[in-house]
């Protein structure tokens, strides 16, 4: 089930117009791939474009937001209209939200489902009966979070809307066996992207998110780790991607013990800017 050669498949990823998804966008295009990008801004998808194009391939940019149903509706027939099935399904859209439970109004978590975790559903939902239909081997990638594995405080719903990814990636899994498509979910770990520099954070502290992002910018990778990481996933047909820095450890010390990881992370947490 692995695609060992990009060359001339068909990308698609939603959220390419910045951090992890824009990086996704270089790498695949450097192995050859022909892109499909979405983003809520044409604008910002404008560079990406023109960053892919300079590699000499093929990059269709689109406006879809991920929460609402018809939009991605049109963005899949957008696509197929172009290419009859995508090969490899990047659902990368996402948006952080920092704070603690009793603090988080219910607002807060429609919004985070909405687009975490029914930006996912909805990018499934409607590319992957096209590609089910084409056969061959075809791979889908859902960017979940190390959070949807040991999470930190204050990202109540952040970490249930990335567990819930977690959950249905492994279910398609499950449900796709007895198809050539992969499915893996990837948990990037520390990441330095937009998404710490800019997170709705009413519940926190200017000192905790100035200590939280100095943390990410002396510990965190940049989004072309992830990237990198997604292709080889592809290339050599891995079901989990843990990426950056504190994903692979923190994934196995879970495993070993929940009592140790839960004390370890609350003393990290201490330091970061998480308490």
Same mark, same amino acid.
Request: charged residues 15%; contains cysteine; aromatic residues 6%.
């Given at each position: 089930?692995?695609?060992?050669?990009?060359?001339?498949?068909?990308?698609?990823?939603?959220?390419?117009?910045?951090?992890?998804?824009?990086?996704?966008?270089?790498?695949?295009?450097?192995?050859?791939?022909?892109?499909?990008?979405?983003?809520?801004?044409?604008?910002?998808?404008?560079?990406?474009?023109?960053?892919?194009?300079?590699?000499?391939?093929?990059?269709?940019?689109?406006?879809?937001?991920?929460?609402?149903?018809?939009?991605?509706?049109?963005?899949?027939?957008?696509?197929?209209?172009?290419?009859? /099935? @995508?090969?490899?399904?990047?659902?990368?859209?996402? *948006? =952080?939200? &920092?704070? +603690?439970?009793?603090?988080? #109004?219910?607002? !807060?978590?429609?919004?985070?489902?909405?687009?975490?975790?029914?930006?996912?559903?909805?990018?499934?939902?409607?590319?992957?009966?096209?590609?089910? /239909? @084409?056969?061959?081997?075809?791979?889908?990638?859902? *960017? =979940?979070? &190390?959070? +949807?594995?040991?999470?930190? #405080?204050?990202? !109540?719903?952040?970490?249930?809307?990335?567990?819930?990814?977690?959950?249905?990636?492994?279910?398609?899994?499950?449900?796709?066996?007895?198809?050539?498509?992969?499915?893996?979910?990837?948990?990037?770990?520390?990441?330095?992207?937009?998404?710490?520099?800019?997170?709705?954070?009413?519940?926190?502290?200017?000192?905790?998110?100035?200590?939280?992002?100095?943390?990410?910018?002396?510990?965190?990778?940049?989004?072309?780790?992830?990237?990198?990481?997604?292709?080889?996933?592809?290339?050599?047909?891995?079901?989990?991607?843990?990426?950056?820095?504190?994903?692979?450890?923190?994934?196995?010390?879970?495993?070993?013990?929940?009592?140790?990881?839960?004390?370890?992370?609350?003393?990290?947490?201490?330091?970061?800017?998480?308490?």
């Amino acid at each position: 089930m692995a695609i060992q050669d990009l060359a001339g498949k068909h990308v698609v990823i939603t959220g390419a117009a910045a951090g992890i998804g824009r990086a996704t966008a270089r790498a695949f295009a450097a192995r050859g791939a022909h892109l499909y990008v979405s983003d809520i801004s044409l604008e910002r998808l404008g560079a990406v474009q023109a960053e892919v194009r300079a590699l000499g391939v093929p990059c269709h940019a689109f406006v879809a937001d991920v929460s609402s149903e018809a939009s991605m509706r049109q963005f899949a027939d957008d696509v197929h209209a172009i290419a009859p /099935a @995508a090969d490899v399904l990047i659902n990368n859209a996402g *948006v =952080a939200w &920092l704070g +603690a439970f009793m603090d988080s #109004p219910l607002s !807060s978590w429609k919004r985070i489902m909405d687009i975490n975790l029914m930006g996912v559903v909805h990018g499934c939902h409607f590319f992957l009966p096209n590609m089910r /239909a @084409a056969g061959g081997a075809r791979h889908v990638l859902n *960017v =979940a979070s &190390l959070a +949807a594995i040991t999470p930190a #405080p204050n990202m !109540s719903a952040y970490a249930a809307s990335k567990h819930a990814v977690l959950g249905l990636c492994d279910t398609l899994a499950l449900e796709l066996a007895g198809t050539r498509i992969r499915v893996s979910a990837v948990c990037p770990g520390y990441i330095n992207t937009d998404i710490i520099h800019s997170p709705h954070a009413p519940g926190m502290t200017i000192t905790q998110m100035s200590r939280l992002q100095a943390y990410y910018q002396l510990h965190g990778a940049g989004p072309e780790v992830v990237a990198d990481d997604m292709v080889a996933a592809v290339r050599k047909g891995r079901d989990l991607v843990l990426s950056g820095p504190y994903a692979r450890p923190m994934y196995h010390l879970k495993r070993i013990s929940r009592a140790l990881a839960r004390t370890i992370t609350l003393l990290d947490a201490r330091k970061n800017g998480y308490l």
